[in-house]
């Protein structure tokens, strides 16, 4: 039967409806609760702005790790508990609940996986690990009653997610609804493991050996990439890189096959967890209008590590996991010709026993020149950001990066290789443009030339102040950078 037209469409009231949305977001760690790296910052930072906007409903599901501190799990509320199948055995799994900045973290828990010693990687059985976690969560979102719009993974813990929503539960009209993202942080770490484990352990039916088996292995990111309605990467520069060998560690081929539903978003930071004017672990507060801050802190930083406490001469600092993406080979090839220019240099991290004992050498023949911390320390971080001039990130790749934009956020001007992130993030000083020294070639003459340049206008007082005033003053806030994260669900 046809209807009554009673309004012509052009005299109806014009009223534009923001779509609402639930958004799932999976990943193996997010600050405040667990951190190792930048994807716990991205997952501490990205959901929480999203979750400013009301037409968004914004989750995160985690490992209850018994390294999450009392402070915070006194605080979980135990919602539910239930079995959960990896491959032939059956597990126990507890849901606990936590709203944190209008975000609603979800945790998953099982003692035998989660409560280990130290590192939460590194043991033998992190693929049964984070098998058990990507089918407790599926489960979790069934019980709940939970079922999002858009499910967004995070690198491989969570791949196996994705094999499991769209190979296994597509059966399920509530699931099969879920659109997934899939984002690579770092297309290094893949989830391969040996054929053994393929039903044995993940449980995974024989029909979608094409998409997971790869070289012989099973590859959980390789099975995520086939399988999910969307890949995203956290710069466009790394999206176009990992479609070449250089890149991507064995997967070129498989990215350039899904290259049509590749995109790179750049990760933005905290801007007011990392902030120098509010900051309590840096000597003096300090901001882009008042810098006098920063000067207390670059002669503390020197008393602290027993350098002189000069003024006048630059401090350039790293600070990086020590592990040979990150461009220490460049590093090493010209630590001692820069120790013999005007400079202090100060190294912090921890890694690699090769790097380590090499910056521990530098330190010790260079003495009142040269600092080396081995480790990883969150609070002597900041005061290095914030009391150094000048921040060395070589990376031979870099998917992002934030210590780059970390650094500028305490007015310490980043000299970077083109690669990735950084790319992206870091435009050379050309006149008075530009927040940063950048160059192309993995070439250690190339860094060194750009190192000496930095140096040079570090001694043109009123250049340089200007130019750590636009370093500080990009704008690596989240803010538009979700906007783009929103607009990827919307399509
Ligand atoms: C990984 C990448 C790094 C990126 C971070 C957050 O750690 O190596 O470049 O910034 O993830 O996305």
């Known amino acids: 039967m046809a209807t009554k037209k009673v309004q012509s469409e052009s005299k109806l009231p014009k009223i534009t409806v923001k779509e609402y949305k639930k958004i799932i977001f999976l990943g193996s760690e997010a600050a405040p609760f667990i951190a190792t790296g930048g994807l716990a910052d991205v997952l501490g930072s990205l959901p929480k702005e999203l979750a400013k906007k009301d037409n968004l409903d914004i989750s995160v599901i985690l490992p209850l790790y018994s390294n999450i501190s009392e402070e915070y799990r006194k605080k979980f509320k135990f919602l539910t508990n239930f079995s959960v199948s990896v491959g032939w055995r059956l597990q126990y799994a507890g849901v606990f609940f936590y709203e944190h900045e209008k975000v609603k973290f979800y945790f998953i828990d099982n003692e035998y996986y989660f409560k280990r010693e130290g590192n939460i990687y590194g043991f033998y059985d992190d693929g049964e690990r984070f098998a058990f976690f990507s089918r407790a969560a599926l489960d979790a979102i069934a019980r709940l009653n939970i079922y999002p719009d858009v499910i967004n993974c995070n690198d491989w813990q969570t791949a196996a997610f994705v094999i499991y929503l769209k190979g296994m539960y597509y059966g399920d009209d509530n699931f099969r609804k879920i659109k997934t993202v899939f984002t690579i942080h770092n297309i290094e770490y893949q989830g391969k493991f040996g054929m053994e484990t393929y039903a044995d352990l993940f449980g995974f039916p024989e029909s979608l050996s094409s998409y997971i088996?790869?070289?012989?292995?099973?590859?959980?990111?390789?099975?995520?990439?086939?399988?999910?309605?969307?890949?995203?990467?956290?710069?466009?520069?790394?999206?176009?890189?990992?479609?070449?060998?250089?890149?991507?560690?064995g997967l070129d081929n498989i990215i350039r096959r899904n290259e049509s539903k590749l995109r790179g978003i750049l990760n933005g930071i905290d801007v007011d967890y990392y902030n120098p004017k509010t900051d309590k672990r840096i000597f003096k507060n300090y901001s882009a209008t008042d810098l006098a801050g920063k000067e207390v802190c670059k002669a503390e930083l020197q008393k602290m590590l027993g350098l002189p406490e000069r003024k006048d001469v630059p401090i350039i600092a790293v600070i990086s996991r020590l592990v040979s993406h990150k461009g220490l080979d460049l590093i090493k090839e010209v630590a001692e010709r820069l120790l013999s220019e005007d400079v202090q240099l100060v190294i912090l991290g921890k890694g690699e026993i090769g790097y380590e004992n090499y910056f521990r050498y530098v330190?010790?023949?260079?003495?009142?020149?040269?600092?080396?911390?081995?480790?990883?320390?969150?609070?002597?971080?900041?005061?290095?950001?914030?009391?150094?001039?000048?921040f060395l990130m070589p990376s031979k790749s870099e998917p992002c990066?934030?210590?780059?934009?970390?650094?500028?956020?305490?007015?310490?001007?980043?000299?970077?290789?083109?690669t990735g992130g950084l790319n992206d993030s870091i435009k050379a000083v050309v006149g008075d443009k530009g927040n940063g020294f950048t160059f192309h070639d993995y070439n250690p003459s190339d860094m060194l030339f750009v190192i000496k340049q930095a140096i040079s206008l570090y001694y043109n007082k009123d250049e340089w102040n200007k130019l750590v005033l636009r370093v500080m003053k990009t704008d690596f806030s989240w803010k538009k950078q979700a906007e783009k994260y929103e607009q990827m669900y919307n399509d």
């Open 213 to 249: 088996e790869y070289d012989g292995l099973v590859n959980l990111m390789k099975g995520a990439i086939e399988m999910t309605d969307i890949v995203s990467t956290v710069s466009p520069t790394y999206a176009q890189e990992i479609k070449y060998p250089f890149f991507a560690h």
């Open 363 to 390: 330190a010790e023949s260079y003495k009142g020149k040269c600092a080396a911390i081995i480790a990883y320390n969150q609070d002597l971080s900041r005061k290095i950001y914030s009391g150094a001039d000048i």
């Open 401 to 418: 990066g934030l210590s780059q934009m970390i650094a500028s956020r305490y007015g310490t001007v980043p000299i970077v290789r083109e």
